[in-house]
């Protein structure tokens, strides 16, 4: 029932920004609180698909379906199998979650890249030391593109180094920290 609800608001906004020329809509999006990457997606989606609601929410959808995938994945490492069911489950289930999977807008994009970044520091942290370069690389697109994405990816990061920093003080893991570290000097 993604197209059953006209347009409004937020998800209006949406769809008058990406009917624009990119350049147009890159001057536009200067003005909006969110950064660009979700409408350069969202208007190359809609010059395929179509600029009706049901296009323009599906990459909603679309992002929220990945996000409930990573939940599990991210779930199933620390917790289990049975624990990555039930966190994907809980966010499949969330009527919030739901809600905003069936707008135009950024914040299950935000999610899902938010759950890659999270999932890749605990493969830096589990993975020998440090992690693969592959892992690393994952960890700094997913955390640059949540960033470009929407701005409370910060509190993503923050939180991050919050968990790792201690930890690998603690651990006295210095060249875990120091690759820490360099990455976090690499995606700023």
């Known amino acids: 029932r993604l197209g059953y609800q006209a347009a409004l608001g937020d998800d209006a906004f949406s769809l008058v920004i990406v009917g624009k020329g990119l350049g147009d809509l890159l001057r536009l999006s200067a003005s909006e609180p969110h950064p660009p990457v979700f409408y350069v997606l969202l208007w190359a989606w809609v010059r395929l698909a179509g600029d ?70 605990q493969r830096i942290l589990t993975d020998g030391p440090g992690g693969t370069r592959m892992i690393r690389a994952g960890y700094l697109v997913s955390t640059l593109l949540a960033v470009a994405t929407h701005f409370f990816a910060f ?18 893991q210095w060249f875990v920290l120091r690759v820490w570290m360099g990455l976090q000097v690499l995606w700023l």
């Open 52 to 121: 009706g609601e049901f296009a323009a929410r599906f990459v909603a959808v679309w992002w929220g379906l990945v996000a409930t995938a990573l939940t599990y994945r991210l779930g199933a490492r620390l917790l289990g199998g049975l624990g990555g069911v039930l966190a994907a489950l809980l966010l499949a289930a969330s009527p919030l979650f739901v809600a905003y999977s069936q707008q135009a807008r950024m914040y299950t994009m935000v999610v899902a890249l938010g759950l890659a970044s999270m999932w890749f520091v």
């Open 155 to 172: 509190f993503i990061l923050a939180a991050q180094n919050m968990l790792v920093v201690p930890e690998m003080l603690f651990r006295r």
